[in-house]
């Protein structure tokens, strides 16, 4: 098992240095050279445009999988006080595409108790069957059975694809499952698409913090298991169509399970600092005033998002000194950040500049501000930002028609 | 020669650095406004061993008493973040806890170097007094002998760590022959009867350190605690600075890099006439003079350890160090503080700090001068 | 009582830059640190041993210079650390790595040759791949219970297992169960404590890592490395960012309409 550049294909063009993350090709003499910190990830391979650097796998005498038995797509229903989890629908949605590139049936495999009278409705977002297991115990998650019945399931029916919803629940038994199989699994997927002439499945997540993407695949082996991030892919549209129901009775006790729940509970809302928030609403200046600075708070409430502020707003005492953003304060980079009334001097944009989506609310067309905004009003934030809570509130509500 | 750290003072250097910026660096403004060392950031230094750094594990310590870089590099990086806290562990350690450790009795070991080890007394070494500055013969605070008691009468000031201390070195006129003044070292409990805090001095730089003025009233002190013998305090006094030098080169080491670090920082960040000012002639020199200077004060200061640890007389190298070091880092501070502009005279900003505390460094622990005094009467002796 | 501790040596992602220009990551000057939530499964394991005694065993599968964050877990206080390592071991995706560490837990368990129960404390996942599959996995090769997402344990009367974990964003489930066990824990469980000076001195002076190779587990070729790894990466790119500033324009209410439309597609919502 190693990995080799064919020095008489190579062209030193650097493709494949700019594709490793770990940093461990060299181009020496207009040839690519790969270090000892090599970790055979194979990003490389694909990369080369002349097909110069060769990844050898060692024969392995075991046998050799017939993944051609292998057949149709299952997404795993999660849930909890016997509500279905919305990452199920959503990957009906996801797993219909697939199923209908393969041209295969959809199956949603549900493991719960109080489910019968359900299940018709539950039959009609697009899939082809559901598969019903039915134990009281199974009421709640245990991770055990989960496991057991569901490496059963698939020993006996061979899907060659699996999607499990990526919450703390499908992150838990997924990976047990995929090694009782010997199945590959991948963590987290936010993209999924079929290579139609080997029938892989592509699956594409995140991976270093976000910096990068990588597209992974299951070449030789099946099923193809994927955890998927909840709320990435559209809830499957309701149709008139009726699954096909498949009820199988376990007969599991208490005891058949290692574990036991002793209880469930509910836990206040956890407090989080500025540099971890996904979302912050800043206020500068242009707030005018204390008594207006509400209007920053309700707009963050909205979002359930943090406030922050700039230098000026934590030393007129609008805003608390831990909620400062920029040189003199916190660092952040949320996935969406507004800057509210803020000029933007560099000491406030080299402290949030990293974040994903910046937004600029502000009076003055030129403010620097508007030069780092992936999106900005000019306005009167008192005019702009009511009109934007009532936005976001119908769109909020929007989603959650859509979303049951 | 060999100029690369080993693993485990790589080690030190990287845990430090993380514990100084998680624990110390968010306070370090208040504590300097202030005047204050944190309580939490004290109960954490000492869980930590900095208290008992070059102390051997079985005297309470961290066991790096045979290896001087690293203490200078736990220096330096408590001192990159707040030479506050670098003062008050660095005399505490080198010239209290290092000084009972070497000169000490066993039962004085056992009985006061390992509560100062642990980091369960503070310790503060007192030399300095009104008249009796750069000019160390001038100590007044004397002690007669009476019965099985010294009993002291004087006092001390600019003791660092004086107002917090509970176990003291204190140099103490013992005798006198002719002209000739006879010292002695004593360690004194501060719970003794006769012994007092006055002024807490309000200092430009390292505020939040403690600066105190003792006052000693007929304190009696047992006959058993004079450190290294009576009569021997003048060059005791004079090894235990020799070695408390070192570590006061290593803080302006950490001074000046934490000035660099905040200039480049800045440079890079701050645009004037439409680019960063780094890409200014006039800033990329300033940047240039500040790493020079720092570096050179590092090797120096590594170089006076390393001839610690070895054995070798290392008296002129660590003035030169300690010389050279906190010269460097009052010029790196004043040009983090110019290159900042107006933002670098803010509070706001850990460069306007950063200068006032290099200023310090100057100063106590002997004045650039007497370094430079020190080292020229050793060049013009010895040659070169 | 043994307690095993899975540790990873990350990059510090946290370093880690894009150049805008060229859309490559910038690679130069990001250290290797010990994966954040190693470092609270190694408090965890403290805490035990403090309460009721234990023996810490850090283990780690990676290259040579792993050895650093197993003399990190060493200063920390685990009493012993092993390093597995060896060309074989390359390229394993979480299938490949669980199988390893498992071989490593079960030859340290089979050469300490004495009955002591045992648990293994992993972070919940690791800051480079974020796949929170190891410990799972892990569990299942060594056939013990697992509990995952833990972010309060307690250890009680001779082996029984009392752990809460975070399985929805408002609840918490108290599960129980009893040893051996593996859990993997969030940074929530507690605040890892920093190595004192001591603890450094002595880690380098009195301890060592052990290194383990691919013929010392007797592992099994089709199992480990690139070879056992049944998924594979197919190409790594740089996720496009957003570059564009755009001013809306109109009505104040038809440009947060336009907003919120973008904020949609951009899955704020």
């Known amino acids: 098992m190693s990995i080799r550049i064919d020095e008489e294909l190579c062209t030193g063009c650097g493709a494949c240095q700019a594709s490793c993350p770990y940093g461990c090709i060299e181009i020496i003499d207009d040839k690519a050279r790969i270090t000892d910190e090599c970790t055979l990830c194979g990003a490389c391979v694909e990369e080369c445009p002349v097909e110069a650097i060769i990844l050898e796998r060692e024969e392995i005498k075991a046998e050799k999988m017939d993944i051609s038995q292998y057949k149709g797509v299952w997404v795993i229903a999660e849930h909890y006080n016997n509500k279905i989890h919305n990452v199920a629908f959503q990957l009906l949605g996801k797993g219909r595409e697939l199923a209908d590139v393969l041209k295969v049936n959809l199956s949603l495999v549900l493991l719960g108790d109080d489910f019968d009278d359900k299940l018709e409705e539950l039959g009609q977002y697009g899939e082809d069957e559901i598969i019903y297991v039915k134990s009281k115990i199974l009421k709640d998650y245990y991770s055990d059975l989960y496991v057991k019945t569901l490496t059963e399931l698939i020993q006996e029916n061979k899907p060659e694809i699996i999607l499990i919803g990526a919450t703390p629940t499908g992150r838990d038994f997924a990976p047990r499952v995929a090694k009782r199989l010997n199945a590959g699994l991948t963590a987290d997927c936010t993209g999924l698409t079929i290579d139609l002439e080997t029938r892989n499945l592509l699956q594409t997540r995140p991976t270093f913090g976000g910096n990068i993407m990588a597209t992974i695949r299951t070449p030789s082996s099946r099923p193809q298991m994927s955890t998927v991030r909840p709320g990435i892919f559209k809830i499957a549209p309701k149709t008139n169509k009726k699954a096909k129901i498949r009820k199988i009775n376990y007969d599991y006790k208490q005891k058949d399970s290692v574990t036991k729940i002793v209880k469930v509970i509910s836990r206040e809302k956890i407090k989080i600092n500025l540099e971890e928030a996904e979302i912050i609403v800043s206020g500068g200046r242009g707030v005018k005033s204390k008594e207006n600075w509400h209007i920053i708070e309700e707009l963050a409430e909205i979002l359930n998002a943090e406030v922050g502020g700039s230098r000026v707003t934590v030393e007129l005492n609008w805003v608390d000194h831990d909620r400062q953003v920029g040189q003199t304060g916190k660092t952040v980079s949320p996935k969406l950040y507004i800057a509210c009334g803020i000029s933007g001097a560099i000491q406030h944009i080299v402290g949030m500049q990293g974040a994903d989506i910046i937004i600029a609310i502000n009076k003055d067309e030129n403010a620097p501000i508007f030069k780092v905004a992936h999106y900005g009003i000019v306005g009167d934030l008192n005019k702009v930002i009511p009109a934007l809570i009532e936005e976001i509130k119908k769109t909020k509500k929007d989603l959650k028609k859509n979303n049951l | 020669m060999d100029f690369s750290l080993t693993k485990k003072q790589q080690m030190i250097r990287k845990i430090t650095r993380e514990f100084s910026e998680e624990y110390i660096a968010h306070i370090a403004e208040e504590s300097d406004q202030n005047s204050q060392l944190d309580p939490t950031v004290m109960k954490e230094m000492k869980r930590m061993k900095y208290f008992g750094t070059c102390i051997p594990e079985e005297y309470g310590g961290a066991g790096l008493h045979d290896d001087t870089i690293s203490f200078c590099i736990i220096t330096e990086e408590i001192g990159r973040i707040d030479a506050s806290w670098s003062i008050t562990t660095g005399v505490h350690c080198s010239v209290v806890a290092y000084p009972l450790y070497i000169f000490g009795t066993e039962e004085q070991k056992q009985e006061f170097l390992i509560p100062l080890a642990k980091g369960d007394k503070i310790g503060a070494f007192c030399i300095t007094e009104a008249n009796a500055g750069s000019d160390a013969g001038g100590v007044e605070t004397n002690a007669y002998l009476d019965g099985d008691e010294w009993v002291i009468n004087g006092s001390k000031i600019f003791a660092t760590n004086g107002g917090i201390a509970e176990t003291l070195l204190l140099v103490v006129k013992t005798g006198e022959k002719g002209r000739r003044k006879e010292f002695t070292v004593f360690i004194v409990d501060a719970n003794t009867p006769g012994y007092s805090v006055g002024v807490r001095e309000d200092k430009l730089g390292v505020r939040a350190s403690n600066t105190s003025e003792l006052v000693f009233q007929d304190m009696r002190v047992p006959k058993e605690n004079d450190l290294g013998g009576i009569g021997k305090g003048f060059r005791i006094g004079l090894q235990i600075l020799d070695y408390g030098r070192i570590l006061m080169a290593a803080q302006c080491v950490g001074l000046g890099q934490a000035a660099i670090e905040a200039s480049i920082k800045y440079a890079n960040e701050r645009v004037q006439f439409g680019q960063p000012i780094g890409k200014f002639q006039g800033i990329q020199w300033k940047i240039a003079d500040m790493g020079v200077a720092v570096e050179c004060s590092r090797l120096l200061t590594y170089q006076a350890a390393w001839m610690c640890d070895n054995k070798l007389d290392y008296g002129m190298i660590g003035s030169m160090a300690k010389l050279k070091a906190s010269e460097a880092a009052m010029q790196a501070t004043h040009d983090a503080v110019q290159i900042h502009g107006a933002y670098g005279l803010m509070k706001a900003y850990a460069v306007e700090r950063y200068f006032r505390d290099a200023k310090m460094a100057e100063i106590y622990e002997g004045t650039s001068e007497i370094q430079r005094m020190v080292i020229a009467q050793k060049l013009l002796r010895r040659g070169y | ?269």
């Open chain 3, 1 to 269: 009582m043994k307690i095993f501790t899975c540790i990873k040596q990350v990059p510090g992602i946290s370093d880690v830059k894009i150049d805008p220009k060229t859309n490559t990551l910038i690679r130069e000057g990001i250290p290797s640190i010990m994966n954040p939530m190693d470092k609270n499964a190694i408090e965890l394991a403290l805490s035990i041993k403090e309460e009721r005694g234990a023996e810490i065993i850090a283990i780690s599968m990676g290259p040579p210079q792993a050895e650093n964050v197993l003399l990190e877990a060493l200063s920390m206080g685990a009493d012993k650390a092993y390093l597995l390592t060896d060309r074989a071991f390359a390229g394993a995706d979480t299938l490949a790595t669980s199988h390893a560490l498992a071989l490593g837990i079960k030859k340290i368990l089979k050469d300490s040759d004495s009955n002591e129960k045992y648990m293994v404390i992993c972070g919940t996942q690791a800051i480079d791949g974020d796949t929170a599959q190891v410990g799972p996995e892990l569990a299942e090769d060594l056939d013990i219970p697992q509990i995952t997402y833990v972010q309060k344990f307690e250890l009680k009367g001779d082996d029984k297992v009392i752990a809460e974990r975070a399985f929805r964003s408002e609840e918490i489930v108290v599960i129980e169960t009893k040893l051996p066990v593996l859990i993997s824990v969030l940074k929530e469980i507690n605040t890892p404590r920093f190595p004192s000076m001591l603890g450094i001195v002595n880690a380098y002076k009195k301890k060592k890592v052990v290194f383990l190779d691919a013929e010392a587990l007797k592992a099994e070729k089709a199992y480990i490395g690139l070879t056992g790894s049944k998924t594979e990466v197919f190409k790594i790119f740089i996720p496009e960012r957003k570059g564009e500033h755009v001013k809306l324009t109109g009505t104040i209410e038809e440009m947060v309409k336009t907003l919120c439309q973008n904020l949609k597609e951009d899955k704020i919502f």
